[in-house]
T-cell receptor, first 110, second 110 residues
Framework: GIQVEQSPPDLILQEGANSTLRCNFS?????LQWFHQNPWGQLINLFYIPSGTKQNGRLSATTVATERYSLLYISSSQTTDSGVYFCAVAINNYGQNFVFGPGTRLSVLP | DTEVTQTPKHLVMGMTNKKSLKCEQHMGHRAMYWYKQKAKKPPELMFV???????INESVPSRFSPECPNSSLLNLHLHALQPEDSALYLCASSQAGKRYFGPGTRLTVL
């Protein structure tokens, strides 16, 4: 099955700093999503991005499908950005083989 | 409306109890999922329902029994659970590959 790696595993930032989170995957995918899990457990869908670049406020993501990686950029971080960021991939859009990476745990300090 | 709701938020049960978790979405999504998440781990897929039919059961013990009464509702019936079943249980739905998660039920088995 597909293997998904995320780096770094843990990240501590001062409020206002920028960061880049990376997701590597072992096979071609047609579905890639980034999620933020807040301290209460809610998983929030940040980006559906099997290829290309998208931006949403202070967050942006880029997936280079041919090189099997995706990057999530967080600019001007805020304490509310703390939590775990998961990358999840699938070969297709139909439910099976939706594989999560191990996550990056982000702590933003005031 | 991009919301998946789950009840209850928290549940404490004994090993001889029978309880049910409930999940609801009104986005018209025809695929719904149950995930189990242990602390500091990514979510693990338990069941997939597609058009109200069980399409995937990831070798989950029979003490977990899913049910999909209609296209908006998903239940997870629990019976004779073990303490190691304590976890966050997440429901999700998807359309065109994009997955939406509910806030989860935090289950403690005593």
């Amino acid at each position: 099955g597909i293997q998904v790696e995320q780096s770094p595993p843990d990240l501590i930032l001062q409020e206002g700093a920028n960061s880049t989170l990376r997701c590597n995957f072992s096979d071609s995918v047609n579905n890639l999503q980034w999620f933020h899990q807040n301290p209460w457990g809610q998983l929030i869908n940040l980006f559906y991005i099997p290829s290309g670049t998208k931006q949403n406020g202070r967050l942006s993501a880029t997936t280079v499908a041919t090189e099997r990686y995706s990057l999530l950029y967080i600019s001007s971080s805020q304490t509310t950005d703390s939590g775990v960021y998961f990358c999840a991939v699938a070969i297709n859009n139909y439910g099976q083989n939706f594989v999560f990476g191990p996550g990056t745990r982000l702590s933003v300090l005031p | 409306d991009t919301e998946v709701t789950q009840t209850p938020k928290h549940l404490v049960m004994g090993m001889t109890n029978k309880k049910s978790l409930k999940c609801e979405q009104h986005m018209g999504h025809r695929a719904m999922y149950w995930y189990k998440q242990k602390a500091k781990k990514p979510p693990e897929l338990m069941f997939v329902y597609s058009y109200e039919k069980l399409s995937i059961n990831e070798s989950v013990p029979s003490r977990f029994s899913p049910e999909c009464p209609n296209s908006s509702l998903l239940n997870l019936h629990l019976h004779a659970l073990q303490p190691e079943d304590s976890a966050l249980y997440l429901c999700a739905s998807s359309q065109a590959g994009k997955r939406y998660f509910g806030p989860g039920t935090r289950l403690t088995v005593l």
